[in-house]
């Protein structure tokens, strides 16, 4: 069982930036992070390969946030730049064994971390 650990939530400023982390308790082949506000179904927010560091974005942060990973360290960071309002939500970070398919479907990762506040005032 892979237990994930989310760190770096917390509230800013329209305009600022946060960074989350998760780490893993087990190396896995993708680690992603998707965020779910209240009222609105869990939406994938981006993805990377912990192998060889391929990425994917949801069209709504591509260009302000960017995914990255320590693979010796099995944590995977998200930096979130330009936040608006509207990134308001709790972040998830998820893991898998798989490739391919559909980066930001739920089912395709087997474990989640708690979840982490991210908070944007304007």
């Known amino acids: 069982q892979v237990q994930l650990v989310e760190s770096g939530g917390g509230s800013v400023q329209a305009g600022g930036s946060l960074r989350l982390s998760c780490a893993a308790s087990?190396?896995?082949?993708?680690m992603a992070w998707f965020r779910q506000a209240p009222g609105k179904e869990r939406e994938g927010v981006a993805m990377?390969?912990?192998?060889?560091?391929?990425?994917s974005y949801a069209d709504s942060v591509e260009g302000r946030f960017t995914i990255s990973r320590d693979s010796a360290k099995k944590t995977a960071y998200l930096q979130m730049n330009s936040l608006e309002p509207e990134d308001t939500a709790m972040y998830y970070c998820?893991?898998?064994?798989?490739?391919?398919?559909?980066?930001?479907?739920?089912?395709?990762?087997?474990?989640w971390g708690q979840g982490t506040q991210v908070t944007v005032s304007s």
């Open positions: 990377i390969y912990t192998r060889y560091g391929g990425t």
């Open positions: 087990e190396s896995v082949n993708s």
């Open positions: 998820a893991a898998g064994f798989r490739y391919g398919g559909t980066w930001a479907d739920v089912g395709r990762y087997n474990y």
